[in-house]
């Protein structure tokens, strides 16, 4: 066990290298456009040829790259173009804002998908069965930029009961966080809630849960000690990966809102052409995403002992 968490974690520093070569080629080979991004295109050649001089821009590529991985590996991602500060100072606060709002969020989507789900799946072909299905159908079919309007039009203008936006300027406020975690729910859970029923409904039909059935086990202890472990691997790899949806897939939430978060950050990089911020957001959420896969494929062992891997 101790082998394969280790060849995970391997596995996981080489992704994250070749994606830093990847990004180091695609934003700082050509070192004239990001003398560009960074300084504004009205600069002169001589300014731009005396800012990629005083920045080692005249260096060979390969000792570039050195000098920029060794500098983000201590957290070191330039300077903000667009916010006239260190990208550190800018990044970390606003990855924490996502942190609270997934965690409001997935607080809600995990226990009442996973709770669905298994209902659903354990009367497959029922009232119940089919009630949930078009539910969970119906909320996942709407997009998070409808729901928001929806959401918003009632709470903010028809009851008048929340603020309509998230900005937080006054602090921390947990009623500011209401509807943004609202429209991620409502969008989320019914696809977590389906893999849940499908993984569920599939386990109930298997051969060992029909013999404990039959041997007059108690219903509720061949549910719990049988059919819910083998059940809950296939929604668990879906809850992981909604762990990278929520940190830097929840643009439209945050924007509209006007939350500030990584995902709007991401946005406003992007629309600046802040190359070095972009570079830290990439970075940042292809971590995420390695690490989540990482954390599911070891919670895979513990899940089912008959899965193993070598």
């Keep these: 066990m101790l082998l394969f968490i280790l060849k995970r974690i391997g596995f996981m520093a080489l992704t994250m290298l070749a994606v830093s070569v990847v990004l180091f080629a695609l934003l700082e080979i050509d070192k004239e456009k990001v003398a560009v991004r960074v300084i504004g295109q009205y600069t002169t050649p001589e300014q731009r040829a005396l800012w990629l001089e005083r920045n080692g821009y005249n260096r060979p590529i390969v000792e570039r790259y ?5 500098h983000v590996a201590i957290g070191d991602f330039g300077r903000s173009v667009r916010y006239q500060s260190p990208v550190a100072d800018v990044l970390w606060p606003r990855v924490w804002n996502t942190v609270i709002l997934a965690t409001y969020a997935l607080g809600i989507i995990v226990p009442l998908s996973l ?3 298994i209902l659903a799946g354990m009367r497959e072909g029922s009232k119940l069965d089919r009630a949930i299905s078009v539910t969970c159908i119906g909320t996942t079919s709407v997009p998070e930029f409808a729901s928001a309007v929806f959401i918003a039009a009632l709470f903010v203008f028809v009851l008048g009961i929340l603020p309509g936006t998230s900005s937080m300027a006054d602090g921390f406020n947990v009623l500011e966080l209401v509807m ?16 849940t029923r499908a993984s569920m409904a599939e386990v109930m039909t298997t051969q ?21 472990r083998n059940a809950l691997i296939a929604p668990f790899t879906v809850i992981m990966l909604q762990v990278n949806w929520l940190l830097s897939g929840v643009i439209v939430v945050e924007v509209f809102f006007s939350y500030k978060g990584f995902g709007a950050l991401l946005l406003d990089a992007s629309l600046s052409q802040d190359v070095y911020l972009i570079e830290a957001c990439t970075l940042v959420a292809v971590f995420v995403a390695v690490g989540t896969q990482t954390i599911a494929d070891i919670a895979y062992t513990y899940l089912n002992p008959r899965i193993r891997f070598t």
Aim: a positive charge; hydrophobic letters at 60%.
């Design 66 to 70: 050195v000098s920029w991985l060794g």
């Design 115 to 117: 709770v669905l789900g």
């Design 208 to 228: 060992y849960v029909r013999t404990a059935v039959l041997a007059g086990l108690p219903y509720a202890r061949v549910i719990w000690k049988y059919a819910l």
């Design 180 to 195: 943004p975690v609202m429209v991620l729910v409502l969008y989320d859970f019914g696809y977590v809630a389906r893999m």
